[in-house]
């Protein structure tokens, strides 16, 4: 991935490894993913919400001394911060070098279940984080990669946005939401040279899904998340579901009539 770019923060030419940003690193596929990137030769720019978390994973990819990695604190639901954010990192990596073209949208909220209910704040924090803060970092990108000529774009969505099912309404509404907008993104950017990759894991063992009752036989690792995440984005496969045996799985759910999905316990 030697190639000549120029960013979109100051004009300045950079060659040499490739850049990558991700939004929401802190822990999970965020974290997995920033291992994995380094480790495929990438520098990476890290935000968090979690600023001692996100430090743990730097100081891990830095200390290993194969990798580089610099952190952003920040919380996605701070939108007019964003630009500022966004800036820097554009700025910081070139100064080291990188070839800023690949960001990754990871950060997501999914809070417990009680007795089966969501407060409204639950509710109102996995929209404004699963979907808001996806549009304002990803628009960022979008213009960014256009000017300097390509780039890929990539969000964490799920199967859990294919269709409505019994359980956690908002979030399931906001990954459909959120995959519906990265569709309407990668129309608007065809033919620019900027690919969209919309993700849709299945059942990941992360920090998110702690307390959840997960079926072991379906659920991976969040290494192994982010290293089918980080081949999909180098492939720019439009849409990758993560295993891609839930490509067929989700096929079948979206055939079930609604008469039936009403009585499924899921």
Request: net charge positive; proline share 5%.
């Amino acid at each position: 991935m030697q190639q000549q770019v120029q960013t979109a923060a100051d004009g300045a030419v950079s060659t040499g490894r490739p850049g990558a940003l991700i939004i929401g690193a802190s822990s999970g596929m965020g974290a997995a993913l920033a291992r994995v990137l380094t480790a495929r030769g990438y520098v990476v720019a890290l935000i968090g919400r979690q600023s001692e978390k996100l430090n743990e994973v730097a100081r891990e990819i830095n200390d290993g001394g194969k990798g580089r990695a610099t952190t952003y604190p920040h919380d996605v639901r701070e939108y007019d911060a964003a630009p500022e954010v966004f800036s820097r990192v554009a700025s910081d990596l070139a100064a080291a070098g990188a070839t800023f073209r690949l960001a990754v949208y990871t950060a997501g909220v999914m809070p417990p279940e009680t007795r089966g209910t969501w407060s409204f704040e639950d509710q109102r924090a996995m929209i404004e984080t699963n979907v808001i803060g996806a549009i304002r970092w990803l628009d960022l990108a979008a213009a960014s990669f256009q000017r300097a000529g390509g780039g890929t774009i990539a969000a964490i969505s799920s199967v859990a946005g294919d269709r409505g099912r019994r359980g956690n309404s908002a979030y399931m509404a906001s990954k459909a939401a959120l995959s519906t907008y990265l569709e309407s993104l990668r129309y608007r950017l065809h033919g620019t040279g900027v690919h969209v990759v919309t993700i849709k894991p299945g059942y990941v063992a992360t920090p998110m899904t702690a307390g959840v009752k997960l079926p072991k036989p379906l659920t991976i690792s969040s290494t192994l998340a982010a290293e089918r995440i980080a081949a999909a984005c180098e492939r720019g496969t439009s849409v990758a579901y993560v295993p891609g045996y839930w490509r067929p799985i989700m096929w079948v759910i979206r055939a079930l009539p609604a008469s039936l999905m009403a009585r499924l316990p899921i």
